[in-house]
């Protein structure tokens, strides 16, 4: 049997029916109508992937990333949060694929059980791709002036990380 | 325009580190595979983003946005006050809540993004669309399973043990995000 959670999604999948069928609404033909709207959000929401993952590709490969998270460290361990997390708390706003190989390594290396290990494995947990999701909502809703949302949603990011630290302190 | 700034800025330092690198850098590829592998993401969502929007249609259909709807409404109806007028905002909106709690991103996306194509007006982001991509961007959910197989995969007994932590480092960042917002929607008007 797989794990419970494996459940969830075609349980939704099968209450979502059930539910539209007793209605007598035509669940197959809303499933296929949705799934053409998708493709066109889809169509909308590529231009901003494909100019967002050039800047962030380029970024990455000119080697910033690290410098960064070098010039950063004393800081972290000032913080109380563990200097070799620098390089995820860098790159997790900006890329959550890149976000989830760099902190795979790190638990890999130090152990899913120490310190460094869980304090990446919450603070994957507990934070999201930042830059990402700003694209592809405001892409979306054909927002160009998007105010304070940046720093709002950077703050968001830097709370999560340094409570991540903290909570780990604290829980084990 | 903030994506611009990112844009020159990103570039900008990528020029300027690697003209210092150590290792020799190919900028130039490096941009070619970026641009070809936001293609190759868009493709690799597409799958996922058409069922989700079908499903939330037959949700919408079914009543479950609704029953959702009102489940959610004293929380979310403080932070999105369109909800009262909107019901079709309202069901996006509670149904992208309730995917982000259950992990289920690629729910999430879909439903998050006809919320905000329903909050936006003009060119200019409001308030509640501001709110709602703080609210996005910090994560909430209750059960992260990426991270837990990533754990149970490198040979952890207990991949679950986070969950307490991870629940309150979730909660003060949404907690800061939504307060920062509030704070700097002050000091910066529409």
Redesign the interface.
Known sequence: MAPL?DY??PL??L???V??L??K?D?YG??????????K??GQ??P?????????????????VD?LSRACAPVFRWLGVPPETAMLVLIRPISGSAA?AV??EL??QY???SLI??TV???????????Y??????G??????????????L??????FL??AW??H??? | MLLGWIWTVFLLLSLVFSFFSKEPVSLSSAIAQGAQSGITLGISLAGSVCLWCGVGRVLERAGISDALARLFRPVLGRLFPDMDTDPALAGHLSGNFCANLLGLGNAATPMGIRAAQALARGDTATDQLCRLVVLNTASIQLIPTTVAAVRAAQGCATPFDILPAVWTASFCSAGAGLAAAWILGKLWPR
């Not at chain 1, 979306?140 to 949603?153: C, Q, S």
């Not at chain 1, 703050?155 to 999560?160: L, N, Q, S």
Request: charged share 10%; proline share 2%.
């Open positions: 959670t969830l999604v939704v999948l209450c979502g029916s539910l539209a007793r209605r609404e669940a809303l499933l296929t109508q949705g799934a053409a709207e998708g493709l959000l889809i929401i590529i901003t992937l494909v100019v967002l993952m050039t800047a962030i590709s380029a970024l990455r490969a000119s080697g910033a410098a989830l902190g795979a638990i890999g152990g899913p059980d290990g869980r494995a919450v603070m994957l947990g507990s934070t999201e791709t930042t830059f999701t700003i694209g592809v909502y405001f979306a809703a054909g927002i160009h002036k998007t105010r304070y949302t940046l720093p709002a949603a703050i968001a990011d830097m709370t999560g409570m991540a909570a780990v604290w829980f084990f």
